[in-house]
């Protein structure tokens, strides 16, 4: 029989090598803020737990390359810690079926993003920062209630990057 998982151990502070947790599908409600000792975490995925914030402490993580916090049952996220640009390593920032209206500026500093899922949120526009991201390759904004007017506009912002909207 498989047991869920409700929370990150403190002790997860003492396993400073890690490099990637897998903990998507399960009860978890909060991130501690000991997730921010780990420096080498490379991978984070938490998707399909019940998340309702996110420590500041996960900008202390700058060798994230990957970050999934999409599909939170129940409570969905609806914003992110201002630290979470600080992981400039990231290239995969998976965001979807959460609560999100605002996506702010200071994306344009994770210029190593090549994949933002951005999709089933309660996004009505986007910053024209978004046009800064240089290495962006997939853009999916599908399920957002996003205006033919502001769809023409992420389109003349962002090049040479698939952009889903449907």
């Known amino acids: 029989m498989f047991e869920y998982v409700d929370s990150l151990p403190f002790q997860i502070k003492y396993f400073i090598n890690l490099e990637e947790i897998n903990l998507s599908l399960n009860n978890i409600t909060e991130v501690l803020a000991e997730i921010g000792t780990l420096e080498k975490l490379q991978i984070l995925n938490l998707r399909g737990n019940i ?3 996110i420590p500041p ?3 202390k993580c700058k060798n994230l390359r990957a970050l999934n916090i999409s599909d939170n049952r129940g409570t ?3 914003t ?3 630290e979470i640009w600080n992981c400039y390593n990231l290239e995969t920032l998976r965001l979807a079926n959460n609560n999100f209206q605002v996506l702010p500026v200071e ?3 994770l210029l190593q993003l090549t994949d933002l899922n951005l ?3 309660n996004l009505q526009s986007l910053p024209i920062e978004i046009g800064e991201l240089k290495n962006l390759k997939n853009l999916n904004l599908s399920g957002n209630p996003l205006s033919e007017q502001e769809r023409s506009k992420i389109r003349s912002w962002v090049h040479n990057c698939n952009i889903r909207f449907e």
């Open 51 to 53: 998340l309702t914030t």
């Open 80 to 82: 992110l810690p201002s």
């Open 107 to 109: 994306i344009s500093k």
């Open 57 to 59: 402490e996960i900008g």
């Open 76 to 78: 969905r996220l609806d």
């Open 119 to 121: 999709s089933n949120n």
